[in-house]
């Protein structure tokens, strides 16, 4: 298969990579290091990888070029916070970037284009829990949700009567090896390098407030799973259990047999208070289902951040 992936050297597209290049694939990838790092895609593999955005008109041409068979379009301003202090960075690589994208990848031979939306950020402050595909509770709060729906919408408008269909997922809280743990988002890579440097966590808000965390292997195995059904799909990709802040930090902090007590800070804006996902769409339509429970996946987080 000839497969683009944009964002490839992210945390969840090098996880993605690493997948792909097992199987007979022919690959290309973009990044152009806005969050991504080289040393997520130092492994064994034939691929061929471009350090840009995928959106500039040299890319593009590169893309029509290659003439993918599918589009793993991971490539994104991934951050809520800086979302909100710089919406216009936001809207550059998570709208206008991808609408060229589509555009493009409709004058190639590619049949599949799969998006990683965000089933935290999409359907507002839920009113029912677990969410499902249909639970739209209002607008987003926060220009990153509001360009991950924007996107949905155009992805769909755009393939209509086109040869390409599409696999939206909406992911709910990803973590694994390889998630920044210095970053501002990616609070189990987080809370885990501040234990083992024996540092206080520090928690916005009252850390009552609750996300459902999915291991990046679940991850990527909906994602290429997703790209093997030829109808229009969109899912939700999460495991169904609702974990506070608080009780994710006990977690990781039994991990190390540490005491250690977090500082907690006011809370930041644009976070939703609840958050879980009711994923029975993806496990009915991909036969999908999330093999890592939160204990095994911090073991493997542990074990990356240790070794
Ligand atoms: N991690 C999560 O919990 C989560 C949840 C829901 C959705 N998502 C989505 O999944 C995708 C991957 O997320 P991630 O956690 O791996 O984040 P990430 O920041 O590690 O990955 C995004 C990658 O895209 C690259 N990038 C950004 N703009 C680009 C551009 N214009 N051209 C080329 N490369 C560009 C970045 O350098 C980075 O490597 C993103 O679309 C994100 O919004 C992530």
Redesign the pocket.
Known sequence: MKILI????????SHLLEDLLSSDNEILV????????KENIEFEGSFKFIE????TKNSLNLIKEFNPQICFH??????VVVSVGDPLLDFE?NIL?PVQLIKTLLTTDCSKFVF?????TIFGEPDILPTSEEDFAGEPESP?GIG?KKLNEIITSMTINTHMSYSILN?????GPR??PHGE??VVSIFSNKILNNEKPIIYGDGKQTRDYIYVKDVVNALILSSKIDSNLFLNIGTGIETSVNHLLETIKSEFASDIEPIYQESRKGELLRSVLNSSKAQKELNWESQFSLNKGIKEVVSWLTT
């Open positions: 944009t964002g490839g050297a992210g945390f969840i597209g973009f990044d152009n290091f806005l969050t991504g790092k840009d955005n995928f959106g991971l490539a994104a301003q991934s951050s690589h970037q990683t939306s965000s089933g935290g990153y991950k992911l709910s809280n990803v973590y998630q920044d988002a990616g």
